[in-house]
């Protein structure tokens, strides 16, 4: 097994909850909501970049999401929301293996703002923000 606290450690990461929620918001905004498409105003982000990519992408926007799943396992959410997180990222793979076609799913079906949300209910319910601290 490998020693997250040590990864942590290396890479200057604080494991404090506040501080992986900002990380997990920034990396959800930077995969699903990069800038908006003129005209259909709708957001995308990088991982419907990647899909354009065939094989590549599709597995390098699974790596890339799989990192919140990463972080919600250390901040020790249950095995039934850490099986829905999998699950989120492995049929938005899925979805973004075909071809071209498979950037269209990637508007509808956002497995890392789904993910972000398993996250945040976590947060608030374990480790509520302080009174008066800044969200």
Same mark, same amino acid.
């Given at each position: 097994?490998?020693?997250?606290?040590?990864?942590?450690?290396?890479?200057?990461?604080?494991?404090?909850?506040?501080?992986?929620?900002?990380?997990?918001?920034?990396?959800?905004?930077?995969?699903?909501?990069?800038?908006?498409?003129?005209?259909?105003?709708?957001?995308?982000?990088? %991982?419907?970049? #990647?899909?354009? @990519? /065939?094989? &590549? !992408?599709? =597995?390098?926007?699974?790596?890339?999401? *799989?990192?919140?799943?990463?972080?919600?396992?250390?901040?020790?959410?249950?095995?039934?929301?850490?099986?829905?997180?999998?699950?989120?990222?492995?049929? %938005?793979?899925? #979805?973004?293996? @075909? /071809?071209? &076609? !498979?950037? =269209?799913?990637?508007?509808?079906?956002? *497995?890392?703002?789904?993910?972000?949300?398993?996250?945040?209910?976590?947060?608030?319910?374990?480790?509520?923000?302080?009174?008066?601290?800044?969200?």
């Amino acid at each position: 097994m490998i020693d997250t606290t040590d990864l942590y450690d290396r890479a200057r990461l604080s494991k404090e909850p506040h501080d992986v929620r900002k990380r997990v918001e920034r990396l959800e905004a930077l995969l699903e909501r990069l800038f908006v498409v003129p005209g259909i105003d709708k957001p995308i982000g990088l %991982d419907a970049i #990647l899909s354009l @990519i /065939p094989g &590549v !992408g599709t =597995i390098s926007g699974a790596a890339l999401g *799989s990192y919140l799943v990463w972080e919600a396992r250390n901040l020790g959410l249950s095995k039934w929301q850490m099986a829905r997180m999998n699950l989120n990222t492995l049929f %938005d793979m899925a #979805l973004g293996a @075909i /071809p071209f &076609v !498979g950037v =269209i799913p990637d508007f509808f079906f956002r *497995s890392n703002s789904r993910n972000l949300r398993i996250i945040r209910k976590h947060l608030d319910k374990h480790h509520p923000a302080e009174p008066g601290a800044p969200v």
